[in-house]
């Protein structure tokens, strides 16, 4: 729900998540023009409005608890544009945002951490693998109430294409 007072969204799950706040929709053209034709080209990007901690659902540390800090930015999720409509209809929208938010949050661990996430976390808690953090990501869109078949396709697609993704050759032997 928006509160147009001061232009901020509560996460998903009508209100029961953090303050989420959106900083930018997705630019004309998002995920279709090559960047160097178009400098506007530009995902959508969100703000967390406090301080949110979760627990992992998935592998060997299932039940760990991470804390993600007040101000951590995020896009929700990677959805190329060509998805959003019919007949696939995988927007990066309400349900999703907390397993967005959640695998982000992992995959940035997982990459060593922004120099933001750095600064304001002073010591960063070691990131689970990468299968988990896709399955956490999958059981995550689950337990939020995100339909099967598109919590499966969207788990299949970070699995493939996201950090240590299986889609690419260099990742084929790990």
């Known amino acids: 729900m928006m509160n147009t007072d001061t232009n901020e969204m509560d996460g998903a799950n009508e209100g029961r998540g953090p303050r989420i706040i959106p900083l930018r929709d997705a630019a004309l053209g998002f995920g279709l023009l090559p960047r160097f034709l178009c400098r506007w080209v530009r995902g959508p990007l969100w703000r967390l409005g406090e301080d949110y901690e979760f627990i992992l659902a998935a592998g060997p540390d299932r039940g760990r608890v991470f804390r993600i800090p007040k101000g951590y930015e995020f896009d929700k999720a990677s959805v190329p544009p060509l998805l959003w409509g019919p007949p696939f209809n995988y927007l990066p929208d309400g349900l999703c945002t907390l397993p967005a938010l959640e695998h982000d949050f992992l995959c940035d661990l997982l990459a060593g951490g922004s120099a933001w996430l750095r600064m304001k976390l002073v010591v960063l808690p070691v990131a689970p693998p990468a299968g988990v953090v896709h399955e956490h990501f999958r059981e995550r869109l689950h337990q939020s109430g995100v339909r099967g078949s598109k919590a499966e396709a969207m ?20």
């Open 155 to 174: 788990g299949r697609a970070v699995s493939a294409f996201g950090p240590q993704g299986k889609a690419y050759p260099w990742n084929w032997w790990r």
